[in-house]
Each structure stands twice: as C-alpha cells, then as structure tokens.
C-alpha cells in the first residue's frame, strides 16, 4: 500500500509520450497509459494575525486509464483526417484500494456500489490534443464542406471543444461536459 503521507508524483503524467509522424496513425491505435497514485495531501494555511492556522486535506484514490488514439482518412471534397480519442478507465477496484485504512475520509464508507465506483471515476479527465500540420473543425459549427464528417462523429462522455479561435485553431479540448468552442481570441493589451 502506498504511504499516504508520502511525496507523490504529479498526476495523470504519461507513461510514454505519444510518438509518429505524418501517416503513423493511420496504421493503428496509438495506446498512452496514465496512472494516478492514491495518497494524502495536507497543506496548512497561516491566516496571520494571531489567527489559527487552518488545515487543509485532500485524500485520492488511485486511479489507472488509457488513451487509446486513433485516425483515419474521410472521404469528401476536402482532405480530412478524423480522429478518436478513447479514454479507457482500467482502475478496477482492488479491495486493498478500496480498504484505505485510516485515512478514510469521516462518513466516506463504501457500503454502496456508487461511493465505491466514485472513488476511481475519471469525472474530471480533460485531453488536450495539438497538430503543427493542420486545423480542427468545429464539431458544432462546421464549415460546409465539413458538415458530414461533422455530423458522423459520435462523442460518448468526452466533448471536443476547438480553441485558439478562428484563426489558429490547432488545439481541441476534449472534456467530459459540453462546452463551447473558443469562437473570440483573447483580447489585446494596450502597452504589451
């Protein structure tokens, strides 16, 4: 069992960074497996002032996923290249993960499925996915000529949201709830 009052390492970092070039991932699935360790995480805040300091805790669950990346051609009056993003929860539930110990949060017990199911949930997993080589559609606003790949793609749990604005739009997020895409860039500062 991990120590929860050890040092942990920075969440969700990839076992290994994507690799390819141009047409590598037309030959098949490009798999990134991505782990988050359980622990415990204390951080007192000093208020000053002869105030008592507050403690502040944050307990996880482990957590283990792949991003399973994918892309083929799509016929129409334009190339296109459509991509899959698949993010596979491969927690389980090993009972040693579910029986914590002392580090339990008071009231958190896992006497129904759903508690126990949260513990290892990727409810807030968000993807950022980049290209040097092209542009992302809007999924909600596609241009004309992108209307029926626009209309095939199937977003089950994850959203693509394009940012960068209309005119760099070379980044999408994918994020578990709807959201708009970035249709504004940034405003400019004067004296910058």
């Known amino acids: 069992r991990t120590d929860p009052s050890g040092p942990r390492p920075d969440p969700w970092e990839p076992a290994g960074a994507a690799a390819g070039g141009p047409g590598s991932a037309r030959s098949g699935a490009h798999t ?6 359980s622990g415990r995480r204390v951080r007192t805040v000093d208020h000053g002032g002869g105030a008592a300091p507050t403690r502040i805790t944050w307990d996880s669950w482990s957590a283990r996923a792949e991003l399973r990346l994918s892309a083929g051609l799509y016929p129409g009056p334009r190339p296109l290249l459509r991509l899959r993003a698949e993010l596979v929860n491969t927690s389980g539930w090993p009972s040693q993960a579910d029986e914590a110990g002392e580090w339990i949060p008071a009231g958190w017990t896992a006497r129904t499925p759903h508690r126990r199911a949260l513990r290892h949930a990727l409810i807030a997993v968000h993807v950022v996915l980049g290209t040097d080589r092209g542009r992302f559609v809007s999924l909600t606003a596609p241009p ?23 005119a760099d739009p070379t980044a999408v997020l994918i994020a578990p709830v709807r959201i708009p895409d970035d249709r504004q860039p940034p405003p400019s500062r004067s004296g910058a």
Do not use: E, F, K
């Open 32 to 37: 990134i497996q991505l782990s988050a360790p």
């Open 144 to 166: 004309d000529w992108a209307r029926d790949a626009a209309r095939d793609c199937v977003n089950d749990g994850l959203w693509p949201a394009v940012v960068g604005g209309p």
